[in-house]
């Protein structure tokens, strides 16, 4: 039996411009910069502007001030560290970023 059709998605789907969609955006940022700093990485600026090219660079600024340092030395002007101590809040942690679960 083969069967076509639309599937309906699980999860509910916010408007572009809605207050959900922003933080959205904000959590799936903070967790993207987190994973990628939590085992002594580093990451420099422009890397997350080429992941999230629709935020704001004041939003993704503000998400590395909360959770990163800047280091102001090498040859690329500088990069983010993780802040000693910081933990992944709660709220944050729980992201699943598969469409439908």
């Known amino acids: 039996l083969y069967v076509a059709g639309q599937s309906h998605p699980f999860q509910r789907v916010p408007a572009p411009t809605s207050k959900e969609h922003t933080a959205y955006i904000r959590r799936h940022c903070m967790s993207f910069i987190y994973n990628r700093l ?6 420099q600026t422009h890397e997350v502007f080429d992941e999230f090219p629709e935020t704001s660079e004041a939003i993704i600024r503000r998400q590395l001030k909360d959770c990163a340092q800047f280091q102001r030395e090498g040859g690329e002007g500088g990069h983010w560290t993780l802040k000693d101590g910081f933990e992944m809040p709660k709220e944050y942690a729980d992201i699943n970023d598969t469409p439908e679960t």
């Open 38 to 43: 939590k085992n002594g990485g580093q990451l």
